[in-house]
């Protein structure tokens, strides 16, 4: 290698750290700055100014912000909006959901969606507690039932706000398994429901023909036939009450009252 060969080679190596030196120099800058701005987001920007409420007609917007645990002056990035959502169900029973959105620049937006009874748990006292379609308890001691009647139940926990308990843990997961296959099919027919036990769990339907149907499985196709059974059975007897056993693939069996 002559001499103008070295010299051009270490030219280029010496190109090639300058331009490598410049790029880290640049890279390092950028990082700098996003490290700024984002303290400056943390601390100096976006703080909350301004907290909105809507679509309650249960309760006013002064009421569901005084449950906000959020507060004015914090950072509208660093909140916790699901705990925040979550004090506001639980403190105001007839909420169904509170979602919290963040609107730039400085605005906390809290959207509600009222509960609506779907169950009314019948007490001794022949009062009832009305529960939403995920058992929490949104009003105790109603004298009038609204939604799907759960017949007398043994209650562990009933604080409103939050989902009631049932001292027999079996009967409370028969419950949920009966009232998620009402939903899910829309079984509008259904009136009243009810658990013994994890094999003694009925239906009612039209408040006069009883669906038994024993253990907790398979409850969509069991009540579906014993609903299609009720059709035909309305065809020749409107009015029939009575009992009617589906709680095997074999025949359904109705006894009259």
């Not at 331009?19 to 976006?46: D, E, M, N, Q, Y």
């Not at 009062?127 to 009038?144: P, S």
């Not at 099919?185 to 408040?207: L, W």
Request: aromatic share 6%.
């Amino acid at each position: 290698m002559t001499r103008v060969e070295r010299r051009q080679r270490e030219t280029k190596r010496r190109e090639k750290k300058n331009k490598l030196r410049k790029t880290l120099s640049w890279i390092g800058a950028i990082l700098v700055i996003i490290a700024i701005g984002a303290i400056l987001c943390l601390t100096v920007f976006f703080q909350i100014n301004n907290i909105t409420s809507s679509g309650s007609k249960i309760y006013s917007k002064d009421k569901i912000i005084s449950q906000c645990i959020i507060q004015k002056g914090k950072n509208l990035f660093t909140i916790d909006t699901e705990s925040a959502a979550q004090r506001i169900e639980e403190n105001l029973p007839s909420v169904y959901k509170a979602e919290i959105k963040r609107k730039l620049p400085d605005t906390i937006e809290i959207i509600i969606t009222d509960a609506k009874p779907s169950y009314s748990l019948l007490c001794d006292d022949n009062t009832y507690i009305l529960l939403d379609d995920n058992f929490k308890v949104l009003e105790k001691g109603a004298q009038m039932a609204m939604g799907i009647v759960i017949n007398k139940t043994d209650i562990k926990s009933d604080a409103p706000g939050h989902k009631i308990e049932f001292k027999n843990s079996d009967v409370g997961t028969c419950l949920a398994r009966l009232a998620k296959s009402i939903k899910d099919n829309n079984f509008t027919e259904i009136t009243a429901i009810y658990s013994k036990n994890i094999s003694e769990n009925y239906v009612v339907y039209d408040n006069r023909i009883t669906f038994k149907l024993g253990n907790s499985k398979d409850l969509d196709s069991k009540i579906m036939k014993g609903l299609t059974a009720c059709d035909k059975l309305n065809d020749s007897n409107p009015n029939a009450t009575g009992t009617m056993t589906i709680t095997t693939d074999k025949a359904i069996y109705f006894t009259e009252e």
